[in-house]
Nanobody
Framework: QLQASGGGLVQAGGSLRLSCLAS????????MGWFRQAPGKEREFVAA????????YYADSVKGRFTISRDNAKNTVYLQMNSLKPEDTAVYYC?????????????????WGQGTQVTVSS
């Protein structure tokens, strides 16, 4: 089970940190990802982090602004979002999968959290 939190309303240029708490499984065995879905748009990849807590992957649209990290001792993955833009407005979902490949494909993730709303005002 994945529980995402930390969303909210922020002005453009501001920051938010999302958290995703995992329970029920061995967290360190899973690749973790963040996706987002804006109204009327398809769900899109944001970032992913491998089990080793070293390898990270980002969508071009968030590179240099967002940072994904994980704390295996706390069963939690984070998404630090800086320099937020109105186009970052979406529901953000955390997800988990076993295999370390196809990080940007939502179809490869077996487990999903409920989503947390991020709204960036201009």
């Amino acid at each position: 089970q994945l529980q995402a939190s930390g969303g909210g309303l922020v002005q453009a240029g501001g920051s938010l940190r999302l958290s995703c708490l995992a329970s029920g499984r061995t967290f360190s065995n899973y690749v973790m990802g963040w996706f987002r879905q804006a109204p009327g748009k398809e769900r899109e990849f944001v970032a992913a982090i491998n089990r080793d807590d070293i390898s990270t992957y980002y969508a071009d649209s968030v590179k240099g602004r967002f940072t994904i990290s994980r704390d295996n001792a706390k069963n939690t993955v984070y998404l630090q979002m800086n320099s937020l833009k109105p186009e970052d407005t979406a529901v953000y979902y955390c997800a988990a999968k076993v295999y370390a490949s196809n990080y940007d494909s939502s179809l490869k993730y077996a487990y999903w959290g409920q989503g947390t709303q991020v709204t960036v005002s201009s």
